[in-house]
């Protein structure tokens, strides 16, 4: 198996590198068992330190890094750098409130002395996706390393470059317990085996089969999976906001966020209206080279993935559905997709169930407000939904309805270090960021003392 770029602007070829051997892998497991015995024993807030620096790092080599992830994912230049900007402010964050959080806590009972400690679990491996190669990484990774965890990160196999120029800015930052594993698929298994919890980001087919590894050798494991947001947008809604909200959401990164408004679903007093300003909202996107400041819409990460999202629309107009944009597919170098609309969409189109990784928005037409939240949750995932109203009461309401993880109400979905992310369903289970996602990965350990 090779690791290797292929610039999605334009089809070529750039930066590979051969998987590992079996003998590579048992060598750095090793590495990683000594490393993280001398990492768990170090002061929490020394460890806390290296995250600092680390944060410094990311943005001193924030122009670099996001050219290197521009030019393998192809997303737009100043998403990649709003992408390592968070990453930076993920490291601060745990930074500061870490040492709080891991403090021994006392719980009063019968004993003299008895309560909970906050121990790592050893060394965790990571399987990862090609979209957010920095952000998603260190998402996983930053808490597991302030909890004194050692992290074994297996990239995706398109992101090469990316990956290894972030290993090197975390060696910089004097964190010894992190490595990059370039594992072929079939070496997965060993690494769990090797390693003491998994996490993994990615599809929930995937995941699935990586969760089946874990659970067969007693690993526990955190999955982030798919998702197929809702965008709820009821009669009484600022409709011009809900309507450019839904755009950025879903047309952001090209539509490749597992955490994006796929669905809008709106109700018949505003259906018009809705389509209107957001079809116009779609079409204004301007599609073309990742680094010029005038695109808006970037082009796809890889050829197959394009063939998907064509497939499924193909699917959705052979069952009824309508392309209300109807811009071709463009032709030529790169792997561009038009921005796409679909209204009139049944449960009869793959689209209605399955997640669309494209700048592809399905439109469902809900009866009422009871039938919106109906719609919102007949699909697989649960990740998040965004709902908009001026009754914030009926909003909220409404919210505890729905199976996600989250839900955002007069906003888009989003995700905020301070707040736990993740979902439920076929989105996965675990929680990253906030205190949630640092106590994923520790033994919370009970003492007693007569």
């Given at each position: 198996m090779?690791f290797?770029s292929?610039n999605?602007?334009t089809?070529v070829v750039g930066?590979?590198r ?6 590579q892998l048992e060598s750095?497991?090793a590495q990683?068992?000594?490393?993280q015995?001398t990492?768990r024993?170090?002061?929490v807030e020394?460890?806390c330190?290296?995250?600092?620096r680390?944060s ?5 080599h924030q ?12 997303k737009l230049l100043?998403?990649c750098h709003a ?12 930074a ?6 891991l403090t021994?806590?006392a719980?009063?009972t019968l004993a003299s002395?008895?309560?909970v400690?906050?121990?790592p679990?050893?060394v965790?491996?990571?399987?990862m996706p090609?979209n957010y190669p920095?952000w998603q990484v260190?998402r996983?990774a930053?808490?597991a ?8 990160v ?9 990956s290894?120029y972030?290993a090197?800015?975390v060696a ?6 992190f490595?990059m594993?370039w ?7 060993t ?6 919890a998994?996490?993994?980001?990615g599809s ?5 089969h ?10 526990k ?20 906001l ?6 950025l ?10 955490n994006?408004?796929?669905r809008?679903?709106i109700v018949p ?8 300003a957001f079809?116009a909202?779609?079409?204004s996107?301007?599609c073309g080279d ?5 695109t808006?819409l970037?082009?796809?990460a890889r ?10 629309v193909?699917?959705?107009?052979l ?5 209300v944009l109807?811009?071709p597919?463009p ?7 038009p ?6 969409v049944?449960?009869a189109c ?10 592809v ?7 009422d407000?009871?039938?919106a939240?109906r719609l919102?949750?007949?699909t ?12 914030l009461?009926?909003a909220?309401?409404?919210?505890a309805?729905?199976e996600?993880?989250?839900?955002f109400?007069?906003?888009h979905t989003s ?5 736990p992310?993740g979902?439920?369903?076929a989105s ?13 990965f520790?033994?919370v ?6």
């Amino acid at each position: 198996m090779i690791f290797q770029s292929c610039n999605p602007a334009t089809g070529v070829v750039g930066f590979t590198r051969p998987a590992w051997t079996p003998a590579q892998l048992e060598s750095c497991l090793a590495q990683m068992r000594v490393a993280q015995r001398t990492w768990r024993t170090t002061p929490v807030e020394d460890r806390c330190a290296g995250l600092l620096r680390l944060s410094q790092l990311l943005l001193a080599h924030q122009a670099p890094l996001a050219e290197a992830i521009c030019a393998e994912v192809g997303k737009l230049l100043p998403e990649c750098h709003a992408e390592v900007e968070k990453a930076a402010r993920l490291c601060h964050y745990y930074a500061e409130v870490a040492p709080s959080l891991l403090t021994p806590q006392a719980i009063p009972t019968l004993a003299s002395r008895s309560g909970v400690s906050f121990d790592p679990l050893g060394v965790v491996l990571a399987v990862m996706p090609w979209n957010y190669p920095v952000w998603q990484v260190l998402r996983f990774a930053v808490p597991a390393l302030a909890a004194g965890n050692g992290c074994l990160v297996k990239p995706a196999p398109s992101v090469p470059q990316t990956s290894a120029y972030l290993a090197e800015l975390v060696a910089e930052a004097g964190i010894a317990p992190f490595a990059m594993a370039w594992l072929a698929p079939a070496q997965v298994e060993t690494a769990i085996v090797g390693c003491d919890a998994v996490a993994f980001t990615g599809s929930t087919q995937t995941g699935s089969h990586i969760a089946a590894l874990a659970g067969r050798h007693i690993k526990k494991s955190v999955l982030e999976l798919g998702g197929s947001n809702a965008c709820i947008v009821l009669a009484d809604a600022d409709v011009p906001l809900a309507a450019h909200e839904a755009a950025l959401s879903r047309f952001r990164d090209a539509g490749q966020s597992c955490n994006a408004a796929k669905r809008m679903i709106i109700v018949p007093e505003i259906a018009e209206a809705f389509i209107a300003a957001f079809v116009a909202e779609a079409r204004s996107l301007v599609c073309g080279d990742p680094t010029d400041p005038r695109t808006t819409l970037a082009p796809l990460a890889r050829a197959d993935l394009r063939r998907l999202v064509a497939a499924q629309v193909e699917d959705a107009l052979l069952h009824g559905a309508v392309d209300v944009l109807g811009s071709p597919c463009p032709t030529g170098a790169g792997f561009f997709y038009p921005a796409t609309v679909l209204d009139h969409v049944s449960p009869a189109c793959r689209v209605y169930h399955e997640e669309v990784f494209g700048p592809v928005a399905t439109v469902l037409r809900a009866k009422d407000e009871a039938d919106a939240i109906r719609l919102a949750n007949d699909t697989p995932f649960g990740l998040g939904a965004s709902l908009y109203s001026a009754d914030l009461a009926k909003a909220e309401a409404l919210a505890a309805e729905l199976e996600v993880g989250s839900v955002f109400i007069n906003r888009h979905t989003s995700s905020d270090v301070r707040l736990p992310f993740g979902g439920v369903k076929a989105s996965g289970y675990g929680r990253e960021l906030s205190e949630f996602g640092l106590y994923e990965f520790v033994n919370v350990k009970t003492y007693w003392q007569r």
